[in-house]
Every structure is written in structure tokens, then in C-alpha cells.
RNA sequence: GCGCCUGUAGCUCAGCUGGAUAGAGCAACGGACUUCUAAUCCGUAGGUCGUAGGUUCGACUCCUACCGGGCGCACCA
């Protein structure tokens, strides 16, 4: 990676200079394009120990670097204000980015074996958008900490014991008999297409939502039944775990964990004073499970509707794993209000009930449902209007990287067919002495994509994905809009620009596969 | 009352784990299609980063308090 690299030239200049190793040292890039392609501020972190202004240190590694290390990176050194910046020698901006996709990136990450379980939906109504979201935020961190080497395995956990399933079958029994359902019941109107098919409620409601969430891609490795750890005991064993790990105490005819020596609030409840277990001991027992099933890393995604049991939920892991804290990750999805041209909306108009996720894909198609759930920050609500994501316009983010996938397919295709080169294989004639302000922008963006990739895995930010392959696509519109390719006369030049167009593509190809959101050819 | 998330342009949001003059899109206004897809581009305008303190060479970013919004606080699941 170029940004690893480069810092590590960086520390080999200092150490030739005698200075140790600086902790703390960025690479990132300048606030203004024009100050340059990367900057450090290992000035600012050298003034104290240097006693001199970072701008005076900044300087003299300047000079250092420009005579000594500039060449061989072909990266020009300069500096601003106490900060240094570094800009690409234009040859050798091209010819990274020439090469740029030949091998596999390499990410400075330790692989490691990653069980991820979301969704979850309890199968006793219908998937909501909220759902949607963890199905989409699930999903594609699954397949961006894959893309970074971890071996993933993705999980979902049916809800299939306890009283919100006998809930459910009594409301569907007593819709069979004609009865009213029960004041505690389901009302929602799929409960009356239940009653009027030969179907097992629960087993009927599961396949539901693996079909739904197939429809966008969303597939899982493991469907883990609640009831199966009853079946075979692994509940007992696991509230017996408890008990081994000196955290569980019997009170009141109950019996306890003491989660408080965690830091949660009050002890949980794990067998009731008559005698049944709490949803919590459940879980815990599944949990247990999951760490006997050899995972160095669990991750969980949560809506956040049950934030309030994160802290209970750690305090049982860390009791089960000898204190090992970072063995869960809980991500929490805020919630999604959905609009339709700037007005809330809640119920279908179809089934009078809630609007569910099958219907938004119904209305707005699988691409921009994924794109829409994914593109901001799990920690905030989201605002989902289904009105901007059909529209076919420039306001619909999905429609305008599409069009970005499609306008360059269409130009190497006419690349192909009209000048008889071919992009894929083409070699580049010349480097160039300058080029377009905009070819070097998009140039840059591209270069940064491992970069944004490993931090987006590590930091567990699906969303800026969707972000840099958005801007992605408008460096490449502005691109295209300023440097003709077909009609360009120098032959060096057009060979750089179809160049940098395929490199465009493989990169937006790169993003979207991850995203999960499909690269059309035309539009 | 306690806990988690959140407050950035009229609206929806970025802001890369403390760095340079706070950025996009939409909406508004003005331009660009006989020229590689105008589902596009270029430009103008728009800000006390909720408020007040604190830490720091440097704060949208960290800390404290307060104000506003969402969610949650069961021997329910």
C-alpha cells in the first residue's frame, strides 16, 4: 500500500538521520488538492523533543527528502505551514496507476476467523426496513472483512422458542377457528394469510424472510435454531458454564449472574424463581456455543431497540472467556424512518399494516434498497425516502454511479470498435510531463482505495465505501466531461486516458461488488 | 431519573480514529447537448459545526455541564 510505503520510507529517513522512530505519525491526504497528494505531520510531533517550530523541522526534512528519497519514490516533497506534502512526479503517478490492479492488494491485517450474526428477526411478522438495514449493514461488512483476508461466517439466529412463538401460533389457531385473536396476539393482516394456508406458522414465516432477503443478495451460512439448543442441552451447559465461572448465584429462588462486577447496571435474572429460563440465559447459552465453535472474533448487529442489552450480554461473554473484552463487537443500527416525498410514511397501502421490506424492494428494486441502507453511518437514524430512490434522476446516488459504470463501458466499448485498441491490453506509449488537474484527482482517488478498504474493515464503517465509490463517480463524470479520449489527437495522451477509464471501472467494479449493488454496461 | 446514539448550509448527510481556508448532494439562481450516454458537467449563493466552559502548538473531532431529538431501561421475548 502506498500510503504504508511511503511512511516507511519516511521512518528509514529519520532513523539515517538518528532520530527514533516517531509514534503517531499520519498519512493522509492534504485538505486542498493543490498542496499535494499526501501529507504527514511528523513536524508537528518532532517540534516539542526539537525544541523548534514545526515549520523549521518541516524544512530541513524537506530538503532531506527531496534530495535523498524524492527520485527513488517519485514523490516531490514540500512544505506548508509546518506540515509536509508530498505530490507525484505526473510519470510516476501514471505508471502506478497503470499497474495498479496487476496484483491482489495487500492488507496489513492479521487474518482471523470472524463469526458475524445480524438480522436475527424474530419469525412471528413480516421484515421491516429496520431489518433491512442490519440485513444490508451485515451483509456487506461480511463481505468487506472477507475482502481483507478474514474468514468469515455469517449467521442467522431464529427466534423459534418461547412465548413470543406460542403467541404467534395461537394467533394463527384461533384466525383458523374464526375466533378473535387473543388480546396479546398478533393483529397484523398476515396473520389471516396464515390461517388460510397448510403451513407450520413459524417454519412458513423463516423461509418468508430467506426469500426476502435472498431477493437482495443477503444469504447467510448458518439458520441457527433457538429450539436446537434446547433439543440437545446445550442450554444447561451453558448456564452451567455460569455457574463454573463463579458469576452465578442463586437469590430469591432465582438464579442470578452477576453481571453488575462488569459494569452493567443490575444482576440478570438467568433461571426464574418457577423454575423456566429467561430469554437472556438462552442467549447466553448461544453464545457459549458460539465461542466452543472455535471463533477468535464474534460480532453481533444489533438494532437499536436493544442497545439496553449490550452491556449484559458482554458481561456474560467476558465471565465465559476469562475476561477477554474484545471477543464481542456489538454494532448497533439506529433505527430508519421511511418517507415518501418528504412525508413520513408507516403503513402499506396494499396490506394496511406496516410497511415491510418486501414491499420498499417491490417499489424501489434491490440496488438502490442496499445502496440507500448502507451509504450512511450505522449511528445515525436514517431518513429513507422512497420517493428520491425511485426517481430516475440525478438526485438517486445509485443511478449516478451506475450511469459513471455504464458511460465508461460504452466508451472503451467505442474504444474498441472505432480505434481498434484494446483497453484491457493496451501499453502506454509515453509518461507525460502534465496532465489535467481532473485526470489527476480521479488518478488519486483511485490510488487511496486499499487505504479506505482496510479502514473501513477495521473500523467496521461499511458506509465509506459507498461514499468513495460515489465520489469515485464524480471525479470520473468531470473527468470525461474535460478530456476527450476518442477524439484526442495525441496518442500518448489517449492511451493514458483509456488507461485511466478501465482503472476507473475495475475500482468502481471493486466497491460495488463489495456494496453488492450490480455494475450494469448500459443504462 | 439512568444508559446508548445523535445535533455540521433551507433539506439529507460526509468529515479518514486532534491538523492547513469546515465539504458533498438535493433545493435556489446562471450557464453547457450537430462533438466518447445531458441519468452528465461548469459556475454563483448558502456556516457562530446545539450552547457554555476546559485540555492542546492546534478542537467539528477529546473532557465537563447544560439544551434539543431518537431509542432503551422486566424473574417479556
Not at 505519525?25 to 508537528?44: C, K, L, M, S, W
Not at 418468508?208 to 437482495?216: F, G, R
Not at 464503517?461 to 470520473?476: D, Q, S, W
Amino acid at each position: 500500500m502506498i500510503e504504508v510505503t511511503l511512511k516507511r520510507e519516511l521512518n528509514n529517513m529519520l532513523s539515517a538521520l538518528n532520530i527514533g522512530d516517531v509514534p503517531d505519525i499520519t498519512i493522509e491526504a492534504p485538505r486542498q488538492a493543490d498542496h499535494g497528494d499526501y501529507a504527514t505531520n511528523v513536524a508537528f510531533k518532532l517540534a516539542p523533543a526539537f525544541k523548534k517550530s514545526p515549520k523549521q523541522i518541516a524544512e530541513q526534512l524537506v530538503a532531506d527528502w527531496n534530495s535523498n528519497y524524492a527520485a527513488k519514490m517519485g514523490l516531490q516533497a514540500s512544505s506548508l505551514n509546518g506540515f509536509i506534502n508530498f505530490k507525484w512526479t505526473v510519470g510516476a503517478l501514471q505508471s502506478k496507476l497503470v499497474h495498479f490492479f496487476d496484483d491482489e492488494f495487500k492488507y496489513a491485517i492479521a487474518p482471523k476467523k470472524i463469526l458475524l450474526e445480524y438480522v436475527s428477526a424474530n419469525p412471528t411478522g413480516p421484515l421491516h426496513i429496520g431489518h433491512g438495514r442490519w440485513a444490508v449493514l451485515g451483509d456487506v461488512t461480511a463481505r468487506l472483512l472477507q475482502v481483507v483476508g478474514h474468514e468469515v461466517s455469517k449467521e442467522f439466529y431464529i427466534n423459534d422458542a418461547g412465548n413470543q412463538i406460542n403467541i404467534l401460533y395461537d394467533s394463527v389457531a384461533a384466525a383458523r377457528e374464526g375466533k378473535p385473536i387473543p388480546e396479546n396476539g398478533y393483529h397484523g393482516h398476515y396473520i389471516k394469510e396464515l390461517a388460510e394456508l397448510d403451513v407450520d406458522p413459524v417454519e412458513y414465516m423463516v423461509e418468508h424472510q430467506q426469500n426476502v432477503l435472498a431477493s437482495i443478495d443477503v444469504e447467510f451460512d448458518q439458520w441457527f435454531s433457538e429450539k436446537s439448543l434446547y433439543a440437545d442441552g446445550r442450554v444447561d451447559r451453558g448456564l452451567q458454564a455460569v455457574r463454573d465461572s463463579g458469576y452465578g448465584y442463586d437469590a430469591d429462588g432465582a438464579l442470578w449472574f452477576r453481571s453488575t462486577d462488569f459494569g452493567d447496571d443490575k444482576d440478570r435474572v438467568l433461571i426464574k424463581s418457577d423454575g423456566s429460563k429467561t430469554y437472556f440465559a438462552v442467549d447466553v447459552a448461544y453464545h457459549y456455543d458460539k465461542i466452543n465453535r472455535g471463533y477468535d472474533k464474534l460480532i453481533n448487529i444489533w438494532g437499536a431497540d436493544h442497545h439496553g442489552y449490550v452491556a449484559r450480554v458482554k458481561a456474560a461473554l467476558a465471565a465465559l472467556t476469562d475476561k477477554d473484552e474484545d471477543k464481542l463487537s456489538i454494532i448497533i443500527g439506529q433505527l430508519v424512518s421511511l418517507y415518501r416525498n418528504g412525508e413520513q410514511v408507516r403503513m402499506s397501502k396494499r396490506t394496511g399494516d406496516m410497511i415491510t421490506l418486501e414491499d420498499v424492494i417491490a417499489e424501489i428494486g434491490g440496488d438502490a434498497t442496499r445502496f440507500f441502507l448502507i451509504h450512511k453511518s450505522a449511528d445515525t437514524q436514517l431518513d429513507f425516502d422512497l420517493g428520491v430512490a425511485t426517481a430516475q434522476s440525478s438526485d438517486n446516488p445509485v443511478y449516478y454511479i451506475q450511469y459513471g459504470h455504464a458511460r465508461i463501458c460504452s466508451l472503451l466499448a467505442k474504444v474498441e470498435q472505432e480505434l481498434s485498441i484494446v483497453p484491457s491490453s493496451v501499453k502506454m506509449l509515453a509518461f507525460a510531463e502534465e496532465i489535467h488537474p481532473n485526470e489527476h484527482q480521479l488518478a488519486m482517488h483511485i490510488l487511496r482505495l486499499p487505504q479506505e478498504i482496510e479502514l473501513a474493515a477495521t473500523q467496521l464503517k461499511p458506509h465509506t465505501i459507498a461514499n468513495y465509490v460515489l465520489e469515485l463517480g464524480r471525479y470520473f463524470h468531470s473527468f470525461y466531461e474535460s478530456c476527450p479520449i476518442v477524439s484526442c489527437e495525441h496518442d500518448a495522451t489517449r492511451v493514458w486516458r483509456i488507461k485511466l477509464a478501465y482503472q476507473t471501472r475495475e475500482a468502481m467494479q471493486y466497491c460495488l461488488s463489495i456494496l453488492g449493488v450490480s455494475a450494469p454496461e448500459r443504462m
